[in-house]
């Protein structure tokens, strides 16, 4: 599907850097190309992935705006498959401005977020899935987040939908060969389809993968808990290596919390120190402090800090039982200094699978156990392979739950003897389902809604 106007935007960052490029797609492309481009070289042959040296010059040929470097990328072999031209200018938003205001004048039109892709996905120069692992690849946090968009962009979910929906055909084929004839056909005869259970166990380890996936690409977050000067700000402030922690405001809250990112093991770790909170002084900031334990309450690990050094407190005890059926981790801190308590004075508060360990947040002992502890208890598979297909996008979730119900659906109602025709049904929906991930088949609106959250230029 080849659209009729031809767009362009900034895609690169807004701000000063050495280079910028802008992009332009559409029929009109390599016209506009020819009126905003003077190359260095009069005989320049104008050919397909060749950057091409020369002046970028105002639309009525008066003015030098900038000296750059453009490439053209002729269809269907480019990013979006329609004509494509990049310009290669210098890095300073004024000029990039002044060269897109030009572009514009030529006949552009301002590109919409995401409506590069949006193209590549309609000339299926990549399907739904892949646009988004492209999105996710770009907002990627760790290396194995980009590792994993990347296996995503070469189609390493596309793949495996294939795959799935290869099963899901043949398994159909079979069962609705049997619908005319369902009077001759006693209920026992319906084919059992073994690809229906090989469809099952591929869709659940597909699923499968959606935890430690995540775990790359969003990160975990760890909440540092504690009555006040345990040492949660120092261990914080240790952790990520920093003197003086981020403050963030959290809505809902008149005290602050304070949160900052450290990478632990490739894994994107948000910390979250909880030493603003202090006790509710009116109704107000206790309806705010309530809050905050609401979103405390789904940290990925909650590590209760105790002073290893003072007597252990009512307090303590409390903000133990307080968390006690999350993923919590004891650090008896301030190990440096002589201990007041023994560690067996706690352990009838904790079930047997509670680490605790000893460290000194002042000094950094125990810091590098506490880290690999904190990732290991949320890496439940421990190490995943970036190359095999693997989901990271809720969407994409939700869509193989679905088709795993309907699959197992499908089963029940042969297995219980129903009419052919209420398996086909299912097998129907769960290819829909499949459908809806690569975009094979998804209304516009959710398209426009997948599209329009992505970044302007992409
Ligand atoms: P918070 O109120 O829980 O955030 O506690 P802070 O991080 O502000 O620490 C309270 C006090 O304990 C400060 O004087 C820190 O220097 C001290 N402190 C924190 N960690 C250690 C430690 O490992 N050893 C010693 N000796 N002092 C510590």
Known sequence: MLLQDTITAIATPFGTAGVGIIRVSGPQAFEIARRIFQPIHANCPWETHNLYHGDIISADGKTILDEALVSFMKRPHSFTGEDVLEINCHGNPLIMQTILSELVALGCRLAQPGEFSQRAFFNNRIDLSQAEALASM?????AKACAIGLAQLKGSLTKEIDNLRTLLIDALAMIEATIDFTDDVPASDIPQSPQIDHATLRLQSLLATYRSAKIYTEGISVVITGKPNVGKSSLLNTLTGKKKSIVTDIPGTTRDLITDM??????????????????????????GIALVWENLANADVVIILLDGSKPITFEDKEIIQKNKNGNILIAINKTDLPPAWATGSIAGLLSPEVKILHISAKFGTGLEELKNIIVDSCLSENSIDADSAMITNMRH??????????????KNNILNGMSPEFAAFDLHEALDNLDEITGRKINDEILDKIFSSFCIGK
């Open 138 to 142: 770009i907002a990627a946090k760790s």
């Open 262 to 287: 450290i990478n632990i093991k490739g894994v994107p770790v948000n910390l979250v120190d909880t030493a603003g909170i202090r006790e509710p002084k009116d109704a107000i900031e206790k309806e």
């Open 397 to 410: 979730k939700m869509a193989l739950e679905n088709a795993l119900t309907n699959v197992r659906t499908a």
